[in-house]
Nanobody, 116 residues
Framework: QLHVVESGGGSVQPGGSLKLSCVASGSFFRADSMAWYRQVPGKRRREQVATISLDGATHYADSVKGRFTITRDNAKNTMFLQMTGLKPEDTAVYFC?????????WGQGTQVTVSS
């Protein structure tokens, strides 16, 4: 069993910054790839924002390149998303997904609101 918890969401003005955290815990040795997704309320589609592999290789959605940075601490099974230059269109619930092999484990999400 694996438990995933996100934190760090909040409300900021356009141009502001936030840092999200994701902690995975439970009966496993180490997470494989980890990823951040976001979902706008009322929309079914969950957009992949950024991914990071076990060896640190990263991939970003075009919409966040140059503004968001994904990192991880393998020893603590923790992942982060540093978000800068936030825009109103970044408003969404952000979810962490931790992969053990091909199985993905999701957290409950953390709300990010960007508004003036």
């Amino acid at each position: 069993q694996l438990h995933v918890v996100e934190s760090g969401g909040g409300s900021v003005q356009p141009g502001g910054s936030l840092k999200l955290s994701c902690v995975a815990s439970g009966s496993f040795f180490r997470a494989d790839s980890m990823a951040w997704y976001r979902q706008v309320p009322g929309k079914r589609r969950r957009e992949q924002v950024a991914t990071i592999s076990l060896d640190g290789a990263t991939h970003y959605a075009d919409s966040v390149k140059g503004r968001f940075t994904i990192t991880r601490d393998n020893a603590k099974n923790t992942m982060f998303l540093q978000m800068t230059g936030l825009k109103p269109e970044d408003t969404a619930v952000y979810f962490c997904c931790t992969y053990i092999g091909l199985d993905g484990y999701w957290g409950q999400g953390t709300q990010v609101t960007v508004s003036s």
